[in-house]
């Protein structure tokens, strides 16, 4: 069964700094590229991260660049995302998911995991 199963969300001050882990279960990792997601409440699931499995290669929006980092330990078949300097505005449900191409289009993507709350205080 593919399973992706996200954690590390929590609640955390303006300024600080999260962990998110997304662990994948039940496919090659190797074979994919790994997006984040985030969705705020009332918002569009939009992108923040991705990253190639096979060369490593991340992208980022702009609204998190310089602040987030995405990595991925393949041997675990685990990815990271880094997420320093939150802002309020960082608070939604992260997603990671698994897409056979690097893509922003979250239709392009065909396993999701279940998302884990970040919250970010004023």
């Known amino acids: 069964e593919v399973q992706l199963v996200e954690s590390g969300g929590g609640l955390v001050q303006a300024g600080g700094s999260l962990r998110l882990s997304c662990a994948a279960f039940g496919f090659t990792f190797d074979d994919y590229a790994i997006g984040w997601f985030r969705q705020a409440p009332g918002k569009e699931r939009e992108g923040v991260a991705c990253?190639?499995?096979?060369?490593?290669?991340?992208y980022y929006a702009d609204s998190v660049k310089g602040r987030f980092t995405i990595s991925s330990d393949n041997a675990k078949n685990t990815v990271y995302l880094r997420m320093n300097s939150l802002k309020p505005e960082d608070t939604a449900v992260y997603y990671c998911?698994?897409?056979?191409?690097?893509?922003?289009?979250?239709?392009?993507?065909?396993?999701w995991g279940q998302g884990t709350q970040v919250t970010v205080s004023s």
């Open positions: 990253i190639s499995s096979s060369d490593g290669s991340t």
């Open positions: 998911a698994a897409a056979r191409w690097i893509s922003w289009d979250p239709y392009e993507y065909d396993y």
